[in-house]
């Protein structure tokens, strides 16, 4: 564990809280504490940074605000102490173009997030999206791969049936088919996958962060459960892989919490070695 803590990061969907929930009375009173022992706390996920997000905090019934928040898997940046969200490494409106070509043929959803975040361009509207609409209050346009290609992005997200083997067959096989050193593509929850400018993580947006904030990074702790948390585990002084995450993610933690999101895990962990 690190000697001083002055700030803690963590994924949303499945190590805050499970998808569609709020936190778990554990986590939500260890969040509460740790705000309150001076410790700045924030999120780190694929979504984008606006209102919806950085309002998670009253809508989970935290006593704070966010002081930091990173968003777009890495690729959007904000804290309290600097005005504005910063934008870094987007994906060019070329390969959106081309992403959007070849994945639009299979039975997939296919998301792009405008520069004003809550506009969303879609390819459709399927019961996983009206239900983000329900949750989030989207402004959700159909669009066609030319007017989602219209503007640079922070990433392609493409949503599928994960529950079906033969559809994730066809969809994985499709992506690795069309490797290119022009975008990565990362496994964010079950039945998505994301196309990214490559390089670009939550590792990132962490490390701008500290930078930006004089913060080292062996003060810092980082929350996470799947592929694209890896990066930033690995980057803080002390990262923390949920007993849910995948096995890349439990590769790079110095720990493993004891419990899984649905046991709340993050909560308890924080209990134990953080605020004790």
Same mark, same amino acid.
């Given at each position: ?150 503007? #640079?992005? @922070?990433?392609?997200?493409?949503? !599928?049936?994960?529950? /079906? ?5 066809? =969809?994985? *096989? $499709? ?25 670009? #993580?939550? @590792?990132?947006?962490?490390?701008? !962060?500290?930078?930006? /904030? ?5 003060? =810092?702790? *980082? $929350? ?53």
């Amino acid at each position: 564990m690190l000697e001083k803590v002055t700030a803690v990061i963590a994924d949303v969907d499945g190590t805050i809280n499970i998808k569609g929930s709020k936190p778990m009375p554990h986590t939500l009173a260890a969040l509460n504490r740790l705000h309150e022992q001076g410790i700045l706390f924030g999120t780190a996920s694929g979504r984008p940074l606006d209102h919806r997000s950085l309002d998670k905090a009253h809508e989970w019934g935290l006593n704070f605000d966010f002081d930091l928040a990173i968003g777009m898997n890495g690729g959007d940046v904000w804290d309290k102490d600097h005005e504005g969200i910063e934008h870094i490494m987007m994906l060019s409106k070329d390969y959106i173009q081309e992403i959007c070509e070849f994945m639009w043929p299979l039975n997939c959803n296919v998301i792009v997030y405008e520069n004003a975040y809550d506009h969303v361009l879609v390819k459709r509207r399927d019961e996983r999206l009206e239900q983000s609409i329900y949750r989030n209050g989207s402004i959700v346009e159909l669009a066609t791969p030319a007017i989602m290609a219209a503007k #640079d992005t @922070g990433k392609i997200e493409i949503q !599928y049936d994960g529950d /079906n083997p033969a559809l994730v067959e066809e =969809i994985e *096989a $499709v992506v690795s088919a069309h490797q290119s050193p022009n975008w990565a593509d990362v496994r964010t929850f079950k039945g998505t996958v994301e196309f990214m400018t490559p390089g670009l #993580d939550k @590792g990132v947006g962490l490390r701008r !962060y500290a930078e930006r /904030n004089n913060i080292p990074l062996d003060q =810092i702790i *980082a $929350v996470g459960d799947m592929d694209n948390d890896v990066a930033m585990i690995a980057a803080a002084g002390w990262g923390v892989a949920m007993a849910n995450g995948c096995a890349d993610a439990k590769a790079v933690a110095k720990a493993i919490t004891e419990f899984p999101v649905t046991e709340d895990g993050l909560g308890l962990y924080l209990e134990k070695y953080v605020l004790s």
